[in-house]
T-cell receptor
Framework: GAVVSQHPSRVICKSGTSVKIECRSL??????MFWYRQFPKQSLMLMAT?????????EQGVEKDKFLINHASLTLSTLTVTSAHPEDSSFYIC???????????????FGPGTRLTVT | GQNIDQPTEMTATEGAIVQINCTYQ??????LFWYQQHAGEAPTFLSY????GLEEKGRFSSFLSRSKGYSYLLLKELQMKDSASYLC??????????FGAGTTVTVRA
């Protein structure tokens, strides 16, 4: 149980285009999903918290107009990188928190990640 | 702000034991997680500590001291497949996870 999928796993796009990444909880309902980005040999940096049916909460320094997040249902959240630039190239990982609270204290289940390369 | 420190790299021999330390200073505390991450893959859950003490799960054990802001992950009987990055993450008051930079463990034959 508690499987999270991400699509696509890899994407290459040209500078100036937009890319949408999907995150799905396959066998549980996720009231909260999180989006992270990770640069090589660095840790996961939280970008935003996405709650179903409401606006996402962005971390300081993350441009909400550039990284559009939609959490339309209890099993799907999307991240759209708008007008992508080479510096947006990174590994984007989503996670989902199961509701109600699990025995491990709000454990987050991670998707397999999406490798974005902007040329 | 959140400050979570762990060593960058560790190397050990197959069959040996390795201990990865993590110290943290965070705004609030609702538990500490350890995750394993292989290159190019998402983190996978290893352990969770919210109370002081040692939690043992097979070859992996995790310890927490809240008063010291300290945790460690102990890997026993190391196997080649244990070569990976190990991430310490703290659940803060708003239940967001703050991650350390990760410790890359290399297991040598």
């Amino acid at each position: 149980g508690a499987v999270v999928s991400q699509h696509p796993s890899r994407v290459i796009c040209k500078s100036g285009t937009s890319v949408k990444i999907e995150c799905r909880s396959l066998d549980f309902q996720a009231t909260t999903m999180f989006w992270y980005r990770q640069f090589p040999k660095q840790s996961l940096m939280l970008m935003a918290t996405s709650n179903e049916g409401s606006k996402a909460t962005y971390e300081q320094g993350v441009e909400k107009d550039k990284f559009l997040i939609n959490h339309a249902s209890l099993t799907l959240s999307t991240l759209t990188v708008t007008s992508a630039h080479p510096e947006d190239s990174s590994f984007y990982i989503c996670s989902a928190r199961e509701h109600p609270r699990t025995s491990t204290g709000y454990e987050q289940y991670f998707g397999p990640g999406t490798r974005l390369t902007v040329t | 702000g959140q400050n979570i420190d762990q060593p960058t790299e560790m190397t050990a021999t197959e069959g040996a034991i390795v201990q990865i330390n993590c110290t943290y200073q965070t705004s609030g505390f609702n538990g500490l997680f350890w995750y394993q991450q292989h290159a190019g893959e998402a983190p996978t859950f290893l352990s969770y500590n919210v109370l002081d003490g040692l939690e043992e799960k097979g070859r992996f054990s995790s310890f927490l001291s809240r008063s010291k802001g300290y945790s460690y992950l102990l890997l026993k009987e190391l196997q080649m497949k244990d070569s990976a990055s190990y991430l310490c993450a703290v659940n803060s008051n708003d239940y967001k996870l703050s991650f350390g930079a990760g410790t890359t463990v290399t297991v040598r034959a």
